[in-house]
């Protein structure tokens, strides 16, 4: 040991007496045989150990590993012998938290304090983990993988360049924005399931953010099955596409912020309109919301169909730009908004930040396609609630779209 106790010493003793003690007293209160005592002092000789001269201390460290090991292998063999539970978590904690006090003697703070409230935080959710996995089901879980092999997987390993001369096929931008769109809708697809139940307004708002054309479908033929809820869905409508606007005036912030002050006044009054009209609309007393059931918005599938849309529309609208100029650009955003407004929108961005074309014709090709992603919904809520008055709500919620997008061009 050093010769002279120093000031860094005493708060490196302090911080692993008071990291061991928090992880046993979480174990304590769970019940478990090794609890605040064990963990303390577990803590401590990890932190003596790192503490030692450089001659003698991994020694020191590996014998307080091996000891720690030891202690775990006769506690789980006692339990075995009891015939209860081998308690392999608790004994996980108490290795991870000799680890930890040994960090601290090597003069870390952050990363063993951080470990040690992330290990506690999990010991002490075990009930709600344990509970959430129950209501996952197989196809959600396949989704989370398949959305960490797309972000963690492929997209490091491809090119940072265009991979044609004509710099038309920039692979890591369109996977990027494939993880990026993905990512936003497998979250909200998880806040729909949790709150969908709770009212159209979580329904109609986290599903349109999700996807707004789906939501809109759904409630459709919700209204077409029982024509009284029609009020209530008209309200979700209206929350969708409000949701609709506000992603994709996200998206174009996020990835060519110099377009959004061009985009900005037409994407609030619009959304400010179709927000007008869902608080008029009210709630429908005495009725459950319309259940809108949404398959998982991620899947590998799904994954590839937009990424080769966002890769069509990215190379139509830079061959429309550069043959046609603004014109042909605009033409595409709005075919593309009938398809995928999100898509629309991140290509207009994505040609933005490259300086293809100018910001201004980005924000008003984002504004198109928003508008074209609203028009489509006439024909499928025709279809879905035929014999109500839902379409024509519509219809005329659309007109004062359209007049305040005017309003607001025209201001522009």
Known sequence: MR???T????????LSLALGLLVGLERHRAGKE?????????????????????????????????????LVVVNSWQNL???????????????????????????EIFTPVAATLLMVLLLSWKEELVGWTALVSRDEVH???????????????????????????????????????????????????????????????LGGLVNSTATVAEMAVKVGQHP??????????????????????????LFAPAALPHGLLPVALMTLVTLVLAARAGDAAGKEPPAVRLASPFSLRSALEFGLLFLILNVVATLGQRH???????????????????????????????????????AYGTVLASVASALVLVPITRRGARGT????????????????????WAIN
């Open 81 to 107: 012998r009891a015939q209860e539970s081998v308690e392999i978590t608790t004994s996980v904690a108490l290795l991870l938290t000799a680890l930890n006090g040994m960090l601290v003697g090597h003069g």
């Open 143 to 205: 989704a989370a993988i398949y959305l960490g092999v797309i972000s963690f997987v492929i997209l490091p390993v491809l090119p940072r360049e265009p991979v044609d001369p004509w710099g038309l096929f920039d692979l890591r931008r369109v996977w990027f924005m494939v993880v990026l769109i993905s990512a936003i809708g497998f979250a909200n697809y998880v806040l729909l399931r949790v709150y969908g139940a709770r009212g159209v307004a979580y329904t109609g708002f």
């Open 7 to 14: 000031l860094a010493d005493l708060q490196n003793l302090a």
């Open 228 to 253: 009284q809820l029609e009020r209530y869905a008209f309200r979700g409508v209206m929350l969708a596409k409000a949701a609709m606007f506000l992603r994709n005036g996200l998206i174009l912030g």
């Open 34 to 70: 090794l609890g605040m005592r064990t963990f303390a002092f577990t803590a401590l000789a990890g932190t003596l150990a790192a503490s030692v001269e450089p001659a003698y201390r991994l020694a020191f460290m590996l014998a307080v590993l091996g000891f720690t090991a030891l």
């Open 324 to 362: 046609l100029g603004a014109a042909g650009f605009y033409v595409v955003s709005l075919l593309g908004g009938m398809v995928s407004s999100a898509s629309s929108a991140a290509t207009a961005a994505n040609l933005a930040a490259q300086s293809r074309i100018a910001t201004d014709q980005a």
């Open 389 to 408: 008055g839902l379409t024509r709500r519509l219809v005329m919620a659309i007109g004062w779209m359209l007049l305040a997008g005017v309003v607001a």
């Open 3 to 5: 010769p002279e106790a």
